[in-house]
């Protein structure tokens, strides 16, 4: 099947697991079996040695030939993009999974790989079009997601764990309970700075953003 056939398919976008490419396979999270999953070019040989079944795949296939993925499995979506594209794959797919209705995504990546796609990886549940949208990349044992004002930090079972909070904007301020050292609305948190490293997660926390954006690393004890 091919891209121009997914709004006429039964894709069910319940529960969307995105797997992203990169050196390194994933490990798959504790998280409700997926009922749409979207493979980021060579996230389709890492879903496979997980032993998902893949249901579409969004790339330009520079790492991952179409033809090998038509041959393994001739029944999943395929939605090619040129090698000279504006954005990433995982960007594409996610750009995907809410074409066809997703309400939350989970995303899975090994990390590792180039320190550029990493860094963009992960900003990109902050940008403009992410922000706002329930997005959870699992990489390892951590958890990453992104925050803007009125919006929770809305885990499971992450008391006991490390929590590191990184500002994006000059103007961020967040207010948080339950971490070792928290932060108030009136603390100066600048972007990019290491305020907000290494802190602990003592009891069920709260983080209130009142002004701009953050990313929050949530990672075992551990770790």
Request: aromatic share 4%.
């Amino acid at each position: 099947m091919t891209c121009a056939d997914f709004g006429k398919s039964s894709l069910d976008p319940s529960r969307v697991l995105v797997v992203d490419g990169g050196p390194n396979s994933p490990v798959m999270p504790s998280i409700p079996s997926p009922t749409l999953v979207i493979a980021a070019d060579k996230g389709f040989e890492h879903a496979r040695a997980l032993g998902l079944s893949v249901d579409v795949v969004v790339g330009d296939f520079d790492s991952l030939s179409s033809e090998q993925v038509e041959n393994i499995d001739p029944g999943v979506t395929l939605e090619r993009h040129d090698v000279d594209k504006d954005e990433s794959d995982l960007a594409l797919a996610i750009n995907f999974a809410y074409r066809v209705g997703a309400e939350h995504i989970d995303i899975i990546t090994g990390g590792s790989g180039r320190l550029d796609h990493l860094l963009v990886g992960s900003l990109l549940l902050a940008n403009s079009e992410n922000l706002s949208r329930s997005i959870v990349t699992h990489c390892g044992s951590s958890r990453v997601v992104a925050l803007g004002p009125g919006q929770s930090l809305n885990l499971e079972n992450i008391v006991g764990c490390r929590i590191s909070l990184i500002s994006l904007e000059a103007n961020t301020r967040v207010r948080t309970q339950g971490l070792k050292w928290n932060l108030d609305l009136t603390d100066s948190f600048p972007p990019f700075s290491s305020l907000g490293l290494s802190n602990q997660i003592l009891d069920l926390p709260t983080l209130e953003v009142t002004q701009g954006s953050l990313l929050a690393i949530i990672s075992s004890p551990d770790d």
